[in-house]
């Protein structure tokens, strides 16, 4: 039975994220960005769907700003996740409540209407995303070059959620799209095969065609042996010292379909601390999100 059309529990589909995350000790710098957060809920406001493609625990905006709080963040990109199906509208009441603080990247189908799609433009959605995972359900390549067509005119970037040896398969689809790229969470690669694995060596390959962009998250996700994730940090030292203009960093809160350890968002961002220089992280954390999510270069929530 495939993801999408299987029974979906109405328990959550793993823990919830900790609700009190250590302060990191990495300070960030002003106006720094996490490119790539979730919200779910409020329940009683916005009730999951049934074509949900899994259940996640609640995690509203307000728990967002106060993690971002906590952590020194100034802004975000809230990614529309399947947890919501196609239903935005808790992503754009967090949009609007944000006031500049916040851009999103939505879930299109070919069949939304150009009204729906400029609603959605006009909210400061900047992106579209699709999933290449099994377990979320894989879209139809020629859909997906559809939606595509229709956003490429907005300016809108693409991003591809893939896991490991499904980068190489999709490798041309990822070369042809016209648009802007962000390959999520590195492409989650097997850490066990190294620097010189072929989903490493592929990404550092298309980060060489000057339009492609990664974010460098979901260290939690490879770690073989969970916090402080020294076992990932040589894969992100290799892609900041290959490309550092072209990557983000997302937190991935609130790490839903995680079944290990739940992580500290305050550890996530001490790795990064540890992988990179302070001027690496200006990139990172403010140059680059500015420029490619279109924030003004005067941050608007100044601390």
């Known amino acids: 039975m495939s993801a999408n059309t299987r029974a979906i529990a109405s328990t959550p589909d793993g823990p919830p994220s900790l609700t009190h995350p250590r302060r990191p000790a990495t300070v960030v710098p002003a106006g720094a960005c996490d490119s790539h957060c979730h919200i779910y809920g409020p329940f009683d406001r916005f009730p999951l769907p049934a074509d949900r493609?899994?259940?996640?625990?609640?995690?509203?905006?307000?728990?967002?700003r106060r993690l971002h709080e906590q952590l020194g963040i100034k802004r975000a990109v809230i990614v529309q996740s399947?947890?919501?199906?196609?239903?935005?509208?808790?992503?754009?009441?967090a949009l609007a409540s944000g006031r500049g603080r916040y851009r999103g990247v939505a879930l299109l189908r070919a069949s939304d209407s150009p009204e729906f799609v400029h609603r959605l433009d006009a909210a400061g959605i900047q992106g579209v995303r699709f999933s290449f995972m099994p377990h979320l359900g894989f879209p139809d390549l020629d859909a997906a070059r559809a939606v595509i067509a229709r956003i490429e005119p907005l300016g809108w970037h693409v991003a591809v959620?893939?896991?490991?040896?499904?980068?190489?398969?999709?490798?041309?689809?990822?070369?042809?799209i016209?648009?802007?790229?962000?390959?999520?969470?590195m492409a989650r690669p097997d850490i066990a095969e190294g620097l010189d694995g072929p989903v490493i060596?592929?990404?550092?390959?298309?980060?060489?065609?000057?339009?492609i962009w990664l974010k460098v998250s979901g260290a939690e996700r490879l770690s073989k042996s969970h916090a402080p994730y020294d076992d990932v940090a040589p894969i992100v030292r290799r892609l900041v010292a290959h490309a550092p203009e072209r990557l983000l960093w997302g937190s991935d809160w609130?790490?839903?379909?995680?079944?290990?350890?739940?992580?500290?968002?305050?550890?996530?961002?001490?790795?990064?601390?540890r992988v990179t220089t302070e001027q690496v992280r200006q990139k990172?954390?403010?140059?680059n999100p500015t420029a490619f999510f279109?924030?003004?270069?005067?941050?608007?929530?100044?601390r």
């Open 178 to 185: 016209p648009a802007p790229v962000v390959i999520d969470h």
């Open 254 to 273: 609130p790490h839903v379909n995680l079944h290990g350890p739940m992580p500290d968002d305050g550890d996530l961002v001490d790795f990064l601390g």
């Open 284 to 287: 990172i954390l403010v140059d």
């Open 161 to 176: 959620h893939v896991a490991g040896s499904g980068l190489l398969e999709m490798t041309d689809f990822i070369r042809s």
């Open 201 to 211: 060596t592929t990404l550092l390959r298309l980060l060489e065609s000057g339009r």
């Open 53 to 64: 493609s899994f259940t996640p625990n609640e995690a509203p905006e307000s728990a967002l």
């Open 82 to 93: 399947q947890g919501h199906g196609f239903d935005h509208e808790p992503l754009l009441d």
């Open 294 to 302: 279109g924030f003004p270069v005067t941050d608007p929530c100044p």
